[in-house]
């Protein structure tokens, strides 16, 4: 972990931790906050547009942080400040709505909002906020924020949520409501579910049916394997209209074959299904889906068995089908999967929500370099901007560092 948190050192600038935060704090806001709150960003394994599905996903949470030093207010304002923010936001929650503050102070706004609308009305916040989980790269930037915010407001409104992991899920569905109500982006709950509810050294099965999860040992250091973050840098938004335009693809199939979601869909039923949507991009979007949440219990499996090569090739086919049926993939998130691929990696796929972000690939432990390095060159050749690469383990959920 120290190796990766220094490559990302290198790559985005000064690692933060609890107590850079809270000196940045009290250079920005002034005096001390009452604590630092954390949440990581995250990677998911497997199981791509399943969360609105009702599906399953396995994600892991990264050693990349979010850091919120946070001290209550009493004039029901919010003055949010961050290191990658030039001005400071100073928003009355009163004042709070969809689309309002707007940019990342929504997503801090966003949870004060719905931790009031469930009935614990917050008097006001000053926040300052660091991170080194990249920004627009779909490794969850946004969830780290809205899960650190989240989990310091649990302990200063003295919910107590953090305790257990019923608590966590209720906080993450905050974050949830933040993210679609206030900053208006239509995701699945996946992001926050992980970065609340993850555990060191494990993959989290999310049944996005029954909000139950599972732990799944997740240790790939213990094999001499390791997995490796590719971020494209190409351009990543969830709210431009494509993520949405699959999930209402996927209710409009839903409602068709008389189901409350495509959970409902067994991959054995699969044909029939499909002959019953009588349309081209309908079919494909179900045959994604359903042999996608097929393939998370897939992985699983393979996990809990340890055969690594099953995982690779689940992974590459999640790739195919993500590229080819669900049509999220780009050329940068291409380029990055065949590349992994033709320098011996066991498997690749893109990550997250697509249309840019980050390719994972899982790679012998001495091959994270020379991937790297390959994926790199094959970027440079094409005269695209330099991906960043590194190295990453299954980290600790959101919590309180001081
Ligand atoms: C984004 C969303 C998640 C999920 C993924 C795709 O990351 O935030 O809810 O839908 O895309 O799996």
Redesign the pocket.
Known sequence: MATTRRCIARYRGAVPDAVTTAARFRETVGGDPTGVWSAPGRV?LI??????NGGL?LPIALPQRTYAAVRPRVDGRLRLHSDAARDPVDVALADVKPGTPGGWASYVAGVAWAVGEAGHPVGGLDVHVSSDVPVGA?L?S??ALECSVAAALSDLLGLGLLADDDGRATLAGWC?QA?NVIAE?P?????QAISMRAEPAHATLLDCRSGAVEQVPFDLAASGLALLVVDTRAEHA?VDGQ?AAR?RSCERAAQILGVATLREIPVADLDDALRRLRDGELEARVRHVVTEIDRVEQCVAALRDGDFDAVGRLFVASHASLRDDYEVSCDELDVSVDTAMAHGALGARMT???FGGSAIALVRAESVAPTGAAVTDAFVRRRWTEPGCFAVTASAAAGRDS
């Open positions: 998911n199981g791509e547009h399943t969360d609105y996903a779909g969850s946004s969830a949830q993210e982006a995701t699945g709950g996946m992001d969830l993520y999930r997250g929500g697509g």
